[in-house]
């Protein structure tokens, strides 16, 4: 599966840095900036679900590749904007967008700091702009691949309503978590904002795939609305999992350090419903360690067992093993062929995987 | 001309304020936010330009009326952000959208200011971002109105190539020019910026209206292309005499301050043309007053005086009458029908008015 998953990553890359619609963006680097991010991607999972699901249901995997191509593009408008929010200095080992944009300022302009962060912000605000209309162009080029006008036109409203409205709805109550404060946010209130800001672009993926391979434009068909539902519980099994090993996770393995999302009090399901559950005397002992600037050893233990004793560690496991169980018995259901072999891999995947 | 234009605003206030799109959006202040620019919008100029367009094409005008929404709402989206951009604090006599967003972090979450303006900003960000699905599901709308899927996927991939990439590219080149500094921008640079800032959106609408009303899916038939120029033709004459209105215009007609353009510094046209026109001395003397906090008449007519003296003044009046005398003289090519007459009005009244 991993290595489909490098076969999908290197055509997706193709596409992506094939495709001409940046090349009319003028300041040049602006043009660099909306090239950046999607040029430069991850693991391709999104592509992967998206042409994976379409051969899952028989459909031409060739008709799928601008869609692919267009929800990795829509992946990394939305990082842009996000990182300017989130004052995130470093993406996948680079400078974030808006901080190149900074240094372009100074360096070009001979700005000062102050006039360079503002113009780093604006630009990469601008970028992001650009990008989600590049990603928009990329899936209507759909209707070039041999996705009918019909179909074209479904996946690009589907776009709008499911994705743009839940994710960046998504986005907006995690911003706002921190001001609402502790004791007013509950493990069902983050558990609602995963499915948003993360499940529907994931939902999407799937979803899309399965109308092209289909050739439907009705997102109600249940084999579509089945998908959907897979790739949102294989995503949120994931993230559940993701935070487990923040806290639980072999440090050399886990990539990011141990303790990181205790330091920013990152407000994950594991840790509000270690709260939820805790008497509050060990509720109180709690509160005293998130936030630090640095962990101990002895802290992090403590943390753990409180969240071990309380029965969260135990919740957030099962329910992502439930999702994860959820969405292979919904691909169960299809009949087999080699992506869903490849879809199952991918499942299990994402909630065994230990860094 | 202006009855059918409070017409034109009333049907499209009606159309964005009953639209669900934003209904989905949590939380409820983004979702006011999202809906604030679009329901509360100025005079309807873009929409008018559409749907007289389809007209003048003898094509039917409920067809388009999805499409004239669209634009209105695309237009409000680069408002929100350009207003975060530009420091704005008031569009349309209200606070600008990143100021009431600041605002209500400070009563609904007791934030200090420096949070409240990083909340109001990052809100105005996601609200915009919001906007741009919106005005893209809008225009997809139209195949709910009669317009073939073939025409609509047109529409939508003619607003990102020539909309998204034109505009913000436009939009960029604004922002940059302060940074550039005075002897690095030419007039033939702002009116490039002009052409993309300004222009782009308006050639879509004559377009957009052009290719609905003859149900074509081709940008490069000469019906769609010669509308498109009388359009931007028409917005950069407007733009020349509101530039023009700046410095030479009646104070108690004209909205704006007489001289609030010198104030910021803003480069215009006019003033470079000036800079380019004027001796090294009389130079000196235009930059010393340029970027005061106020201005006295005598100032005022000194700068008068040079632009006036220089040629540019003349140059920037010339300017705006031929490119409106070009527009004109492309809609008489046109079979004459009342909605030409509209955009010959239309055309007049936006170099004739005084305020």
Redesign the interface.
């Known amino acids: 599966m991993l290595n489909e998953l490098s076969n999908v990553a290197a055509l997706i890359d193709a596409e992506i840095e094939n495709d001409a619609?940046p090349s009319?963006?003028?300041?040049e680097y602006?043009r660099l900036a909306v090239r950046d991010y999607p040029c430069h991607g991850g693991k391709r999972l999104r592509p992967a679900l998206l042409l994976w699901s379409c051969g899952l249901v028989d459909g031409e995997i060739d008709h799928a590749i601008s869609a692919a191509a267009a929800v990795e593009i829509y992946h990394n408008w939305t990082l842009v904007?996000d990182d300017?929010?989130d004052n995130d200095i470093v993406r996948r080992g680079a400078p974030t967008a808006h901080v190149q944009l900074a240094a372009h300022?100074v360096k070009y302009?001979g700005?000062d700091l102050v006039?360079a962060d503002k113009?780093g912000r604006?630009?990469a605000?601008?970028a992001?702009?650009?990008q989600?209309?590049?990603a928009?162009?990329m899936l209507?080029k759909s209707?070039e691949r041999g996705v009918p006008?019909?179909v074209?036109?479904a996946l690009?409203?589907r776009?709008?309503?499911l994705v743009?409205?839940?994710l960046?709805?998504g986005?907006?109550?995690d911003?706002?978590f921190p001001?609402?404060g502790w004791r007013n946010i509950g493990s069902d209130d983050v558990m609602r904002m995963l499915y948003?800001k993360t499940g529907a672009l994931l939902r999407f993926c799937a979803e899309a795939g399965a109308a092209i391979g289909t050739g439907t434009h009705d997102f109600s068909e249940p084999v579509i609305t089945a998908l959907g539902e897979f790739a949102s519980s294989a995503g949120i099994a994931f993230q559940l999992r993701d935070d487990w090993l923040g806290i639980f996770g072999d440090f050399d393995k886990f990539g990011k350090s141990i303790g990181a999302d205790l330091a920013e009090a990152k407000p994950t399901i594991m840790l509000l419903k270690t709260f939820e559950l805790l008497e509050e005397a060990d509720r109180k002992k709690l509160e005293s360690i998130i936030g630090l600037k640095e962990y101990t050893t002895g802290q992090i233990e403590t943390v753990q067992n409180l969240m071990r004793g309380s029965g969260a560690e135990k919740y957030v496991l099962d329910k992502s093993a439930e999702l994860s169980a959820k969405a292979s018995s919904i691909l169960r259901q299809f009949d087999d062929n080699r992506y869903r072999q490849l879809l199952l891999d991918l499942n299990d995947f994402l909630v065994s995987r230990e860094k």
């Open positions: 619609f009319a963006v003028k300041p602006l904007h300017i929010i300022a302009f700005t006039v113009f604006d630009f605000i601008l992001g702009d650009i989600q209309g590049w928009i162009n209507l209707a006008a019909l074209t036109l690009c409203r776009m709008q309503e743009n409205r839940e960046i709805s986005e907006a109550l911003v706002e001001l609402r948003l």
